[in-house]
């Protein structure tokens, strides 16, 4: 809905959607809420799991792969309910970021990032959250999509990631891969030049 509302205030009426993570679930709801909106979908390792694992059409192995998720969020509010707000996101990190957590953790720490994302840890872990794990995404609101959709993974990213990319092919058959190079689930921190040029690419 903020999306939404942004692009109506900028006055536009037709544009491209990048989303990465829990952005890529933003970008996906927008185009379903707004398909005239939407011209075409890339979507950076899409936070699909959850949704995925809900479904009665998801595999097992989203349900497994959502479990281990939950079982290291669990850690992570555990962290946060003691009032350690840094050490909790910082666990998040390590939990979703995998070998590259110190590097990720670095970066965002020399931009001042972490220290916004310290900041906002209460909206992000009691709101944004909760939020994402009561969203829903079936095969037949998949079938909703009729924009062309590019799918963007790590080749180093961890195989959950490869597993909502398998499933996100099957549901959403128009959509396209593209692997990088060099990244894991933080690409975007990671090779920003690299995503830039091959979503160029892909558009043009």
Do not use: C
């Amino acid at each position: 809905a903020d999306a939404r509302a942004l692009l109506a205030e900028l006055g536009v009426e037709r544009t491209h959607v990048v989303g990465h993570s829990l952005g890529g679930v933003i970008g996906v709801q927008l185009a379903l809420d707004e398909p005239g909106t939407v011209q075409s979908l890339v979507l950076l390792e899409p936070a699909l799991m959850g949704a995925i694992a809900k479904s009665q059409a998801g595999p097992e192995a989203a349900a497994q792969s959502q479990q281990e998720f939950r079982e290291g969020m669990a850690r992570v509010n555990e962290i946060f309910e003691t009032g350690d707000r840094r050490g909790a996101l910082q666990a998040f990190l390590e939990t979703r970021a995998g070998g590259a957590f110190r590097e990720v953790l670095d970066w965002l720490t020399t931009t001042g990032e972490f220290e916004q994302a310290v900041r906002d840890a209460d909206t992000f872990l009691k709101v944004e959250m909760p939020a994402a794990y009561a969203w829903s995404f079936t095969p037949e609101e998949a079938r909703r999509l009729s924009q062309p959709v590019l799918s963007i993974l790590g080749v180093q990213s961890p195989e959950r990631a490869q597993k909502v990319h398998q499933i996100l092919r099957q549901w959403v058959p128009q959509t396209e891969e593209l692997k990088l190079e060099n990244a894991e689930h933080a690409l975007p921190l990671m090779d920003p030049p690299g995503i830039a040029k091959a979503i160029a690419g892909w558009l043009a």
